[in-house]
């Protein structure tokens, strides 16, 4: 049961345009949810985060929307730059735990 | 402020063989976790540990196992190697406090070919 979903496997864009990245969950206990940049070989690297008291969070040129009652979350990049390629990782966690569960991942390429 | 470590990077075993991977936590966090990744079951988590206590575990068979120290360093080791075992091993650490929403940073990992 896969309860954190990315079912884009990839993204290709133009350097200077939006990237969106999109993720679905289905665990309502989930209410903590992150997005990692991993490049292959490479432990992932944290980018942002999102709490469910929040809808939006943002960090220069990430935010990260969450919509509750969709169990929809996305990461927007503006503008996109060619170093943003790499696999994005949406994870999320329920405040009890301390394991987070993680989606298949994106891969993102920002064209020059 | 110095990151996760992991050690060693990159190991090589057979079949039956027994490996242990090391994780340092950046300094003040005090729980570590481990996750596996391969390419058919993505990012897994395997456990965590706080306090010299594993406090949460994935659904992992018995031969992946793990410790904590009173310095917060965590080893995971892996009994009778199976092909599958083959994977980037992941750690994280945190606080580990639970009172707030806490961010896992994970190492480099550790590259495990088994052969």
């Known amino acids: 049961d896969q309860q954190v979903k990315q079912n884009s496997p990839s993204l290709s864009v133009q350097e200077g345009r939006i990237s969106i990245l999109n993720c679905d969950y289905t665990?309502?206990?989930?209410?903590?949810f992150l997005w990692y940049k991993k490049y292959p070989a490479e432990g992932p690297t944290f980018l942002i985060s999102?709490?469910?008291?929040?809808d939006k969070n943002e960090d220069g040129r990430f935010t990260v929307f969450l919509n509750k009652s969709a169990k929809h979350l996305s990461l927007h990049i503006v503008p996109s730059q060619p170093g943003d390629s790499a696999v994005y990782f949406c994870?999320?966690?329920?405040?009890?735990?301390?394991?987070?569960?993680f989606g298949e991942g994106t891969q993102l390429t920002v064209n020059p | 402020k110095a990151g996760v470590t992991q050690t060693p990077r990159y190991l090589i075993k057979t079949r039956g063989q027994q490996v242990t991977l090391s994780c340092s936590p950046i300094?003040?966090?005090?729980?570590v976790s481990w996750y596996q990744q391969t390419p058919g079951q993505g990012l897994q988590f395997l456990f965590e540990?706080?306090?010299?206590?594993?406090?949460n575990k994935g659904n992992f068979p018995g031969r992946f196992s793990g410790r904590q120290f009173s310095n917060s360093r965590s080893e995971m080791n892996v009994s009778t190697l199976e092909l599958g075992d083959s994977a980037l091993y992941l750690c994280?650490?945190?606080?580990?406090?639970?009172?707030?929403?806490?961010?896992?940073?994970f190492g480099p990992g550790t590259r495990l070919l088994v052969l």
């Open positions: 665990n309502s206990m989930f209410d903590y």
């Open positions: 999102i709490s469910s008291i929040k």
């Open positions: 540990y706080f306090s010299e206590t594993q406090r």
């Open positions: 300094s003040g966090h005090r729980s």
């Open positions: 994280a650490s945190t606080l580990g406090t639970k009172l707030l929403y806490e961010t896992q940073y």
């Open positions: 994870a999320a966690e329920e405040t009890s735990g301390s394991r987070l569960t």
